[in-house]
């Protein structure tokens, strides 16, 4: 099985824009759709993007994902920025079996 | 509503049983998977495995396979991860998670967590 590979942390500004990495081992990232997870200290995980792009009802339109081919590794978005959106979030995909990233923790501040 | 709930956090010692729940509502408990995700205390996320309540197919991950086993009832609308002998690495939060399958796998709805303690 491949892995998916997040940066440990990133950091930004409220108002801000911010793109989270994850990016797959081996095989094509086009292969399997990924999926993000937003996971809020102390709860649990909720979906906030589905098949690569695609949003459940009731996430903001700040999130949005993508996928590049030519870098092997999908992203996610948030923008406008607001403090309610630090947290850690997981990219996942599958294969044989399902593949979680490491998680990366976002701090807005 | 759509919601699943899981059973309350457990205390116990290596080498005990463990099963613990994640029961399903607001929806056709038959027609979804069930996904069981591990989360270790400061750790991220790990799949363990999946079942089809609708004919009972399941699927683990290489990491879990003869560790755990994972079943569901569907006359009571309720999955189940079972530990046979517990240990202490085998404290972690238990999330259950209902899933689909189109063009890909997706979840939708998580329950709120099981947190299991292993400890002498």
């Known amino acids: 099985n491949y892995m998916l590979t997040q940066p440990h942390s990133v950091s930004e500004s409220p108002g801000k824009t911010v793109t989270i990495s994850c990016t797959r081992s081996s095989g094509s990232i086009a292969s399997n759709h990924i999926q993000w997870y937003q996971q809020r200290p102390g709860s649990a995980p909720i979906t906030v993007i589905y098949d690569d792009n695609q949003r459940p009802s009731g996430v903001p339109d700040r999130f949005s994902g993508s996928i590049d081919t030519s870098s092997n590794s999908a992203s996610l978005t948030i923008s406008g920025l607001k403090t309610e959106d630090e947290a850690d979030y997981y990219c996942?995909?599958?294969?044989?079996?399902?593949?979680f990233g490491g998680g990366t923790k976002l701090t807005v501040l | 509503e759509v919601q699943l709930v899981q059973s309350g956090a457990e205390v116990k010692k290596p080498g005990e049983s463990l099963k613990i729940s994640c029961r399903g509502s607001g929806y056709s408990f038959t027609n979804y998977w069930i996904a069981w995700v591990r989360q270790m205390p400061g750790k991220g996320l790990e799949w363990m495995g999946i079942?089809?309540?609708?004919?009972?197919?399941?699927r683990y991950s290489p990491s879990f396979q003869g560790q755990v086993t994972i079943s569901a009832d569907k006359a009571i609308t309720t999955a189940y991860v079972q530990w046979n002998n517990l240990e202490a690495p085998d404290t972690a939060m238990y999330y259950c998670a209902r899933a689909s399958y189109t063009s890909g796998w997706r979840i939708d709805i998580w329950g709120q967590g099981t947190m299991v303690t292993v400890s002498s």
């Open positions: 996942q995909s599958y294969d044989i079996s399902w593949v």
């Open positions: 079942i089809y309540p609708g004919d009972s197919d399941t």
